[in-house]
Structure formats: C-alpha cells, structure tokens
C-alpha cells in the first residue's frame, strides 16, 4: 500500500497573497478544514508545506501554504498534486476504500472466472464505475453497487456478480 494519498491537484492561483485552486480528488471537500500539512508533489520533488488556510470557492479548494507568499511562487505549484500521509487519512467507513488501494487487484466473478485488473475508478454521482481492463486491454464497465461488487479483498481481489445485460 502507498504510504501517501493523492487529494487534489493545484489547478492554479488565486489573488494576490500567493493561494493556491485546488481540484479535490476527495468525496468530502471539507476534509481540507483539517488538514495542517501537505505535500506537495511536483515533476521534481515532493515538499512538505504547513497549511494555513483553506477556504472554498465553486467546488474548488483555495489553499494558503506557509511559504508561499505571491502570485509568482504560487504559479510555479501549478499542475502539483497534493498528497497526505495515510494516517493523517479520514477514516473511512466499513465498505468505504480508497481507490489507490483498489487499482491493480484481480476481479473475479463469483463463479471464479478472471475478468481482468482494476484500472481504474471514477465517480458518476450516483454510484463509482469500475474500470477493469483485461490483458488485452478490452474495458469492462462494472457499477459499483452492492449487487454487482460482492467482496474485496484489499491484499487479493475483487468479487463480482454479473447481472444480467452487464456485459
């Protein structure tokens, strides 16, 4: 498991005073009201920055990092991704996983057949969408439902329950 955790990109700047847009990457933008570090990870390197202030403007973040004091300094963040430590994670509730935690795992259907990797997993507003990609790279798109996503199993696999017309 990756140590750190992706929880946004900084998109651009903002103001005068060196703030920082930033697109979350996280299903609650508020956790950013907690968050008192950051790392912020360029081409480059990965810097650790104090967070001074987080504040919210059209469902985008605006971060004010210690250091960081203009326009000028804050451009050169841009395209970064912020990322935390794992610890300093939101709990996440029983079901819940993160999706770097996901990508990579075997999925099976629960009759034992291989329908390939996790690839990847984006979020439609009703439910996520698994993304699984055979050897061959055909994509099959899985509805992360309870009818369809039976188990997972973190360290192994993902199970799956083909519904009828899924495929």
Request: net charge negative; proline share 3%; charged share 35%.
């Given at each position: 498991?990756?140590?750190?955790?992706?929880?946004?990109?900084?998109?651009?700047?903002?103001?005068?005073k060196?703030e920082?847009?930033?697109?979350?990457?996280t299903?609650?933008?508020?956790?950013?009201?907690d968050?008192?570090?950051?790392?912020?990870?360029?081409?480059?390197?990965?810097k650790?920055?104090k967070?001074?202030?987080?504040?919210?403007?059209?469902?985008?973040?605006?971060?004010?990092?210690e250091?960081?004091e203009?326009?000028?300094?804050?451009?050169?963040?841009?395209n970064?991704?912020l990322?935390?430590?794992r610890?300093d994670?939101?709990?996440?509730?029983?079901?819940?996983?993160f999706?770097?935690?996901?990508?990579?795992l075997?999925?099976?259907?629960?009759?034992?057949?291989?329908?390939?990797k996790?690839d990847d997993?984006?979020?439609t507003?009703?439910?996520d969408?698994?993304?699984?990609?055979?050897?061959?790279?055909?994509?099959?798109l899985?509805p992360?439902?309870?009818?369809?996503?039976?188990e997972?199993?973190?360290d192994?696999?993902?199970?799956?329950?083909?519904?009828?017309?899924?495929?």
């Amino acid at each position: 498991m990756q140590k750190r955790l992706e929880v946004g990109q900084i998109v651009n700047t903002f103001g005068i005073k060196g703030e920082v847009k930033v697109t979350p990457f996280t299903d609650d933008i508020n956790r950013f009201d907690d968050l008192k570090k950051v790392y912020v990870k360029t081409r480059k390197e990965s810097k650790l920055y104090k967070v001074e202030n987080a504040r919210y403007h059209k469902n985008m973040v605006l971060l004010k990092l210690e250091g960081i004091e203009n326009p000028e300094q804050a451009e050169l963040l841009k395209n970064a991704y912020l990322e935390i430590d794992r610890e300093d994670a939101i709990p996440l509730e029983e079901g819940q996983y993160f999706i770097v935690d996901l990508i990579g795992l075997d999925v099976y259907t629960d009759e034992g057949q291989l329908l390939g990797k996790v690839d990847d997993i984006y979020n439609t507003g009703a439910n996520d969408i698994y993304v699984v990609k055979d050897e061959l790279g055909k994509q099959i798109l899985l509805p992360g439902i309870k009818d369809v996503i039976k188990e997972v199993k973190l360290d192994d696999r993902v199970i799956v329950h083909l519904i009828p017309g899924l495929i």
